[in-house]
């Protein structure tokens, strides 16, 4: 239980770190100087600190909403190999098809949220949100499905033992691919470049931050706070089950939970450099582009499952 409550410490308070430093690698790369990589810590501590305006329009939808979309990457927390190698209190509660789940079902509130508002740039951001979630969904359980013909399970902890446990199966083109489609996936679903451009700050040309232009205050704050664990729990998906599932501590004792808090670190760091010079190379799809996009991460994830049986 205290592993589990390191756990989502670690994401917890690390997560805005680990936007604040994605900001300053972009901004480094465009020659430009940029915010301070604590500037997120700075901005959530005076959103918390500020009054909150509420629409005399809104429901109660509105008002509880922050605290689910705040909650929902917490959850997942609990059933993903943040730091330890074997399964924790909570690990089959759910496996990685359920904590997709869990993030879609804080997404679908926040949309509700920015139409129970009854303005018109929440409605646009939240009918756009939900085209581009329509369309990822089918490529999260592809790349699942094709994750438990390897592993016998969707289970995080039993996948990211099983899943590359050789050097043949890391190298593997179906390896290759499932990574390059939940990459896809993380730009889109965290309102990445090309999909969104989550610095853009006119209304017509939002997408996800639409849904937020009506909140204030500590709700805004929790929202904002909840994208950044978001983010953060989709890479460690991504790093610690899908591409390097190893360097998690392995017993209970202070010295292997450091090493892997460190180990942790030093491969999201290397994930947001990566992310950083995708998003500094390429531009913001329009609209109507953004099907092409995310065709292109379905047929990457089909072509891995139709290879998989060649492989594994």
């Given amino acids: 239980m205290a592993l589990n409550v390191c756990q989502i410490l670690v994401v917890l308070l690390l997560s805005p770190l680990l936007r604040g430093l994605l900001t300053r690698i972009e901004e480094r790369i465009q020659a430009k100087r940029g915010p301070s990589i604590w500037q997120p810590y700075y901005d959530l501590w005076k959103l918390f600190h500020k009054d909150e305006v509420v629409s005399s329009q809104s429901t109660w939808i509105f008002r509880f909403v922050p605290y689910i979309y705040f909650v929902a990457p917490v959850l997942v927390t609990v059933l993903i190999p943040v730091l330890t190698d074997y399964p924790l209190f909570m690990a089959f509660m759910g496996d990685m098809v359920a904590a997709g789940f869990i993030l879609?079902?804080?997404?679908?509130?926040?949309?509700l949220a920015a139409m129970d508002a009854g303005t018109v740039y929440g409605f646009m951001g939240s009918s756009r949100t939900r085209m581009v979630s329509s369309l990822v969904e089918p490529i999260f359980i592809i790349v699942f499905f094709s994750v438990s013909f390897a592993a016998?399970?969707?289970?995080?902890?039993?996948?990211?033992?099983?899943?590359?446990?050789?050097?043949?199966?890391?190298?593997?083109?179906?390896?290759l691919l499932i990574v390059a489609a939940f990459i896809m996936i993380i730009l889109a679903e965290t309102g990445r470049i090309p999909v969104d451009n989550p610095e853009g700050h006119f209304e017509l040309a939002m997408i996800d931050?639409?849904?937020?232009?009506?909140?204030?205050?500590?709700?805004?704050?929790l929202i904002k706070w909840g994208g950044y664990m978001k983010f953060m729990v989709l890479s460690i998906v991504l790093v610690n089950v899908l591409v390097t599932p190893w360097g998690l501590a392995t017993?209970?004792?202070?010295?292997?939970?450091?090493?892997?808090?460190f180990l942790l670190g030093l491969k999201l760091v290397v994930f947001v450099v990566l992310i950083a010079a995708i998003e500094t190379s390429l531009a913001k799809l329009r609209l109507f582009r953004i099907p092409d996009f995310l065709g292109v991460a379905f047929v990457t994830a089909v072509v891995a499952m139709i290879v998989q049986p060649f492989h594994f």
């Fill in 209 to 221: 931050e639409a849904r937020t232009l009506e909140f204030s205050g500590p709700s805004l704050a």
């Fill in 104 to 111: 879609s079902v804080g997404a679908f509130f926040l949309s």
């Fill in 251 to 261: 017993h209970i004792n202070g010295a292997d939970v450091l090493a892997a808090i």
């Fill in 152 to 175: 016998n399970s969707t289970i995080p902890y039993i996948v990211q033992a099983h899943w590359v446990s050789t050097p043949q199966a890391f190298y593997s083109p179906t390896h």
